[in-house]
C-alpha cells in the first residue's frame, strides 16, 4: 500500500516548492497545509487564494486548513477562542465559498498548538464553538481538530478536559519527528500517538520531518496520513473549486 503523504508551509505554495516536495517523498503530497487567520489577510503566511487556489486546483493536491493564532491557544479565555473560532471559518469560506464546502461531508481544521504555549481547555471550548458556528450559518460543517506535539501531555490532557465538557475535536495531527530520514513511512499505530491523547480522538496525521530546508532556504514539514482514517481524513480536505480559477 502507498503511503498517504503531505507537506505543509507557512508560505505561498510554488511549483518550484512542489517540485522539490515531491522528490523528496518519491511521491506528489496528496494535501498541503496552509495557515487560516481572518478574512483579507494578506501576509503570505496566511492561504492566499489569488495565488494559490489555481495551482492546488491544477494539481489536483488538496489544502489543510490549519488555524493560526498559536499564541491565543494558552489563554483560559473562551470568548477569545470564540472569536478565533469565527475568524477562521469566515477566512476559510471567504475563500473557497460557502456554495464549494457545503458539498463536503465536513471541513476539518486543526488548531495550531505548540509545545511551548500548550492548550487550554477554556480556549477550546469557545475555538471550536465558534469554528462550527461560524460554518452553520452558511451551511458549512466544520470539524475542529488539534496539531500538537505527540510529547505534548498538556495539550492532550487540556482537550481531554474540553471533550468530557461537551465540545468536539475531529482528529489530531501529532509531531513524531525521529529523523530527517526518507520515506516517512510506514505508519506505526503502537508509536504514533500522544501523552494523554483522549481515547475517543482519532490520530490521522504524524509530522514525521520539521523545518526541511532546500537549497533556497525554504521550510518543508512532511506528514503521513494514518492508513486507518485516510478515508476519514481526505474527503476533508478541501480541493479548490475550478470556479475560483483564473
Same mark, same amino acid.
Given at each position: 500500500?502507498?503511503?498517504?503523504?503531505?507537506?505543509?508551509?507557512?508560505?505561498?505554495?510554488?511549483?518550484?516548492?512542489?517540485?522539490?516536495?515531491?522528490?523528496?517523498?518519491?511521491?506528489?503530497?496528496?494535501?498541503?497545509?496552509?495557515?487560516?487567520?481572518?478574512?483579507?489577510?494578506?501576509?503570505?503566511?496566511?492561504?492566499?487564494?489569488?495565488?494559490?487556489?489555481? +495551482?492546488?486546483?491544477?494539481?489536483?493536491?488538496?489544502?489543510?486548513?490549519?488555524?493560526?493564532?498559536?499564541?491565543?491557544?494558552?489563554?483560559?479565555?473562551?470568548?477569545?477562542?470564540?472569536?478565533?473560532?469565527?475568524?477562521?471559518?469566515?477566512?476559510?469560506?471567504?475563500?473557497?465559498?460557502?456554495?464549494?464546502?457545503?458539498?463536503?461531508?465536513?471541513?476539518?481544521?486543526f488548531l495550531?498548538?505548540?509545545?511551548?504555549?500548550?492548550?487550554?481547555?477554556?480556549?477550546?471550548?469557545?475555538?471550536?464553538?465558534?469554528?462550527?458556528?461560524?460554518?452553520?450559518?452558511?451551511?458549512?460543517?466544520?470539524?475542529?481538530?488539534?496539531?500538537?506535539?505527540?510529547?505534548?501531555?498538556?495539550?492532550?490532557?487540556?482537550?481531554?478536559?474540553?471533550?468530557?465538557?461537551?465540545?468536539?475535536?475531529?482528529a489530531a495531527?501529532?509531531? +513524531?519527528?525521529?529523523?530527517?530520514? +526518507?520515506?516517512?513511512?510506514?505508519?506505526?499505530?503502537?508509536?504514533?500517538?500522544?501523552?494523554?491523547?483522549?481515547?475517543?480522538?482519532?490520530?490521522?496525521?504524524?509530522?514525521?520531518?520539521?523545518?526541511?530546508?532546500?537549497?533556497?532556504?525554504?521550510?518543508?514539514?512532511?506528514?503521513?496520513?494514518?492508513?486507518?482514517?485516510?478515508?476519514?481524513?481526505?474527503?476533508?480536505?478541501?480541493l479548490p473549486?475550478?470556479?475560483?480559477?483564473?
Amino acid at each position: 500500500m502507498v503511503d498517504c503523504v503531505g507537506i505543509d508551509q507557512a508560505r505561498t505554495a510554488s511549483a518550484s516548492c512542489l517540485h522539490v516536495a515531491t522528490q523528496k517523498l518519491g511521491q506528489q503530497p496528496v494535501f498541503w497545509g496552509r495557515y487560516f487567520k481572518d478574512p483579507g489577510n494578506t501576509s503570505s503566511i496566511q492561504y492566499q487564494a489569488n495565488l494559490e487556489s489555481d +495551482f492546488f486546483n491544477t494539481n489536483n493536491i488538496k489544502v489543510l486548513p490549519v488555524g493560526r493564532q498559536t499564541a491565543n491557544v494558552s489563554e483560559p479565555d473562551s470568548d477569545l477562542g470564540e472569536q478565533d473560532g469565527g475568524d477562521n471559518a469566515a477566512a476559510i469560506i471567504a475563500t473557497f465559498g460557502a456554495d464549494h464546502l457545503s458539498t463536503m461531508p465536513e471541513v476539518a481544521v486543526f488548531l495550531d498548538a505548540e509545545i511551548n504555549n500548550p492548550l487550554n481547555h477554556v480556549y477550546y471550548q469557545g475555538w471550536s464553538a465558534g469554528l462550527i458556528a461560524g460554518g452553520s450559518s452558511q451551511n458549512v460543517t466544520f470539524a475542529p481538530c488539534v496539531y500538537g506535539h505527540h510529547n505534548d501531555g498538556e495539550t492532550w490532557s487540556e482537550l481531554g478536559k474540553a471533550l468530557s465538557a461537551g465540545s468536539i475535536c475531529g482528529a489530531a495531527w501529532i509531531v +513524531f519527528m525521529d529523523s530527517m530520514n +526518507f520515506p516517512i513511512g510506514p505508519w506505526q499505530p503502537a508509536r504514533f500517538t500522544g501523552k494523554n491523547m483522549p481515547a475517543s480522538v482519532r490520530v490521522a496525521i504524524a509530522q514525521r520531518v520539521l523545518d526541511f530546508q532546500d537549497s533556497e532556504h525554504r521550510a518543508y514539514d512532511f506528514n503521513l496520513v494514518n492508513p486507518a482514517h485516510q478515508d476519514w481524513l481526505l474527503p476533508r480536505l478541501v480541493l479548490p473549486p475550478a470556479s475560483l480559477v483564473a
